[in-house]
């Protein structure tokens, strides 16, 4: 190692090759020589922020990017990887206002850049802008769910199910064995009417993995919204004996046996809820 960090270029090969390999702590180790010889640059800064976003250490990420005197980077991604630290740490304003630079540097085609930019106003509670920003990112990339996702459930919340269950099919067809997509294109279809299609999407989820309980729990509520409460509680009761701990199993059941007129039998699952978990406000 001595030989190589006497060669910044040699340091900052081991950096990007260790990094390549998964091997963080190696990579660390050479691009912190290397950018003690060259800390303002910003492709060494950004792969050595990038491995502390992977340790989930936000503010280290915010500190290094930033650097001596905060001082802002004039790169479009850089500036997306701190709104990133930054949304993580639910200081989603801040981030709104970096990647609305970035998004500015970037001419509006970076459809990260965008994506971003949208999870960041969702987060600040302004919808519109957000769905503005992930239609812009999703036109760009189609298919991906970390942008087609979010947008599918803004369309949702504004009671707009097709063009949510149209980009969630897209999804679906770009990544299969997404669980949490066909999830939520199961949710897009119940809420446009297609009960049928939605009971085959959450059957073709539990087909992959009979443990994704939002699925079961989901198929559970088709069940009682179809009026078939046997089989919804069938369902539950075997759910709650796999996870006897799951308070959205319990309080699933609860809901079940108040739909039915069985209060008594909702007060006892909820007893048994709050037990485990007084601070629960559902």
Sequence with gaps: IEAVIAKPQLALLGGVSHYSLGQYQKAKTYLGYFLKKSPQHMGARKIYTGILMAEKDYANAIAFLEGPGRARPN??????????????????????????????LSGGKAPDIATNFGLSLIGTGQDDLAMVQLQKAYAEDPGRARTGMPLALLYLKQQQPKPA???????????????????????????AGDLAGARATYEQILDIDKRF???????????????????????????????????????????????????QEAIRMLEKARSLNPQSLA
């Design 213 to 263: 309980t939002p699925a079961a729990l989901n198929l559970a509520r088709l069940d009682r919204a179809e009026n078939k409460p046997d089989a919804a509680r069938t369902r539950l009761q075997v759910l709650l004996k796999a996870q006897p701990r799951n308070l959205d199993v319990m309080y699933e059941l609860a809901q079940l046996e108040l739909a039915v007129n069985r209060p």
């Design 165 to 191: 269950v149209q980009i969630m099919q897209r999804v679906a067809k770009n990544e299969p064995r997404n669980l949490s997509a066909l999830n939520v294109l199961a949710i897009a279809k119940t809420q």
């Design 75 to 104: 790169d479009p991604q850089a500036l997306s990887m701190l709104a990133s630290a930054y949304m993580a740490l639910g200081q989603h304003t801040r981030a709104v206002s970096l990647l609305r630079e970035a998004d500015e």
